[in-house]
């Protein structure tokens, strides 16, 4: 039995997507067990390039059955979009893909009030993806949520979302939002059931026969370690654990099943939204330029800053990451000097990431190593041998300051373009 775990070790957007198909052809279950379409993973292979935010990424491989878990939270549109867009490919999404009676359901007013609150927030906003992520989150907390199990009895979701929307209707009028209209959202999400109903299947027996046959598992974590609500940086944070361990809890599968935990991380570090970002570069120019990149599923701009081995070691240790999974390295093929932050410095003393709350995180002041770039092309390199001797200097340097061996390189979008070492 093998169950590996797949993680993101910054604040998202490390390249779990291309992680996840370079290694899913191994696995006959790929399963999400946290967050929602607040994730977006992109693949490029073979097939085409998919954008994916809520399908797990090991559907591209035929063999593999893909689990969505409870401990996700799922739009209805976004994962009818999904299906459709998937089938069209023709890749095959019946009878192997399987979504968690469990799992409970983005509803039209977690979207309006995501966006009224952060209207509310003014210059106090936490940079949410506006998909109804938090509120859909805290409403499953608060006992308010509803789930695809309550679509089942039709009349029973009926009841609670009239409850629901006599709750809601008033927070939205009061921040100055237009009430929903409960007949619209009983049709819209009574079609959703009726469409989606071959997908919605029990989740626990399929797993724990997988686990008994000796089937292997590959869990595909969304967002990243350090976005986690309890040891990432609050309140700049997602609406549910990114921890290794919320496999359990998110999927049903017991801690001691979990025998390997993969660490995706971008060799430079990457942020949406507000936040502190130690090793972000401020200063215009062509390196701030080149590290910034576009989010998969808001389009916003990412802001851009040097490897921050901080971030990465305390997500490597609370997460036991036995190997990393180095992605874009070849962007930092441009650079002639690249910098790696190799610790902080706060009030004149040498702190540690767990020392700092997020707004003490923002003032802190990265220690810098700094070595010389390679500046050439090494996107057709496919052994570790290839590449330039500066280039793989610095993945060694990487993994002697994190403590994690760099088990693939990552030397371009396409899952050809990958090193294994």
């Known amino acids: ?107 039209p007013y977690h979207k309006v009030l995501d966006g009224l609150y952060e209207e509310a927030k003014g210059a106090g906003a936490t940079g949410t993806t506006r998909r109804g992520i938090g509120p859909a989150f805290a409403d499953k907390t608060s006992y308010n949520g509803l789930r695809w199990s309550d679509l089942a009895d039709i009349e029973v979701f009926a009841e609670k979302l009239q409850t629901q929307l006599a709750i809601k209707n008033k927070i939205i009028a009061a921040l100055g939002g237009a009430p929903l209209d409960f007949d619209k959202i009983l049709a819209d999400y009574r079609g959703y059931s009726e469409t989606l109903q071959p997908y919605i299947v029990e989740l626990y027996p399929i797993i724990e026969k997988g686990l008994r046959a000796k089937k292997k598992f590959l869990l595909e974590q969304a967002q990243g370690a350090l976005l986690d609500p309890d040891w990432g940086t609050y309140p700049f944070i997602t609406g549910s654990t990114t921890l290794a361990s919320a496999a359990t809890a998110g999927l049903g599968i017991p801690p001691r099943a979990i025998t390997r935990i993969i660490g995706v991380t971008k060799a430079y570090t990457t942020r949406v939204g507000a936040g502190p970002l130690p090793t972000e570069i401020l200063e215009e120019g062509e390196t701030r330029r080149a590290l910034q990149e576009v989010a998969a599923t808001t389009g916003r701009i990412r802001r851009g800053g040097w490897f921050d081995v901080e971030v990465v070691r305390f997500a490597a240790r609370l997460n036991g990451i036995d190997e990393l999974f180095l992605t874009k390295l070849d962007i930092l093929s441009q650079f002639e000097t690249i910098k790696i932050c190799a610790g902080y410095e706060l009030n004149g003393r040498r702190v540690h990431y767990y020392d700092l709350d997020a707004y003490q995180l923002a003032q802190a002041k990265p220690i810098y190593r700094t070595a010389r770039g390679w500046q050439s092309d090494i996107t057709r390199a496919r052994k570790f041998a290839d590449l ?33 070492r």
């Open 1 to 107: 039995m093998t169950v590996t775990v797949v993680l993101g070790t910054q604040w998202g957007d490390e390249g779990k997507g291309k992680a996840i198909d370079v290694l899913a052809r191994d696995y006959d279950f790929v399963a999400r067990y946290n967050g929602g379409n607040n994730a977006g993973h992109t693949v490029v292979n073979p097939l085409g390039t998919f954008k994916i935010h809520l399908v797990p990424s090991g559907i591209l491989y035929p063999h593999t059955r893909c689990l969505i878990g409870g401990g996700v939270v799922t739009d209805p549109t976004v994962l009818l979009e999904e299906i459709n867009m998937l089938n069209a490919a023709g890749i095959k999404t019946e009878k192997r893909l399987f979504v968690s009676p469990r799992a409970h359901l983005i509803m």
């Open 388 to 420: 330039p001797p500066r280039a793989r200097q610095y993945v060694e340097t990487i993994e002697k300051l994190v403590g994690v061996p760099v088990r693939w390189v990552s030397v371009g979008p396409e899952r050809e373009a990958t090193i294994k």
